[in-house]
């Protein structure tokens, strides 16, 4: 009798912990590599972008937020997007969708992620940096102490 329920037991326990196919397939895209440019991102990698705005990436992932503005990308992928998402004052995110070419859906808000092959979406890690335009023919002589005249 104790031997049956034993085996009962290890049957039932095997069976509960056998993962479901939705489980596995939220595993295998929650590992995903995802190609912009010449560069691999992957799914948990917190990015630096050029400005030092950290971000979460998400491969195979879409977001429900709404978007607050849109971007056309030509190539490379949505690099382009941390870019654009640093320089707009609602954006805390954005959503790719495409290839090599596609579009930006910058998010002022988090949503909720799903799986969505072919985008990715990313979001700042902390508080969102403020940025400061600088025009390009604009100059500065800020480091005047130091025998250098800076150049913006």
Same mark, same amino acid.
């Given at each position: 009798?104790? @031997?049956?329920?034993?085996?009962?037991?290890?049957? *039932?326990?095997?069976? /509960?912990?056998?993962? *479901?196919?939705? %489980?596995?397939?939220?595993?295998?895209?929650?590992?995903?590599?995802?190609?912009?440019?010449?560069?691999?991102?992957?799914? =948990?990698? @917190?990015? *630096?972008?050029?400005?030092?705005?950290?971000?979460?990436?998400?491969?195979?992932? &879409?977001?429900?937020?709404?978007?607050? /503005?849109?971007?056309?990308?030509?190539?490379?992928?949505?690099?382009?997007?941390?870019?654009?998402?640093?320089?707009?004052?609602?954006? @805390?995110?954005?959503?790719?969708?495409?290839?090599?070419?596609?579009?930006?859906?910058?998010?002022?808000?988090?949503? &909720?992620?799903?799986?969505?092959?072919?985008?990715? &979406?990313?979001?700042?890690?902390?508080?969102?940096?403020?940025?400061?335009?600088?025009?390009?023919?604009?100059? %500065?002589?800020?480091?005047?102490?130091? =025998?250098?005249?800076? *150049? =913006?």
């Amino acid at each position: 009798m104790a @031997i049956a329920a034993l085996a009962a037991l290890s049957a *039932s326990q095997t069976t /509960a912990a056998a993962p *479901s196919q939705d %489980s596995l397939t939220k595993r295998q895209t929650g590992n995903q590599f995802c190609y912009s440019g010449d560069k691999t991102y992957y799914t =948990g990698q @917190i990015f *630096s972008d050029v400005h030092g705005v950290l971000y979460n990436v998400s491969c195979d992932a &879409t977001s429900t937020a709404v978007e607050v /503005a849109t971007y056309n990308v030509n190539h490379d992928g949505f690099d382009h997007c941390f870019s654009v998402c640093d320089l707009n004052p609602s954006c @805390i995110g954005f959503t790719y969708t495409g290839d090599d070419a596609g579009r930006c859906l910058l998010k002022a808000d988090r949503g &909720t992620d799903a799986f969505a092959e072919t985008s990715v &979406t990313a979001y700042m890690v902390g508080p969102k940096p403020v940025m400061v335009l600088v025009p390009a023919n604009a100059r %500065s002589n800020a480091c005047e102490e130091c =025998g250098q005249e800076n *150049s =913006g």
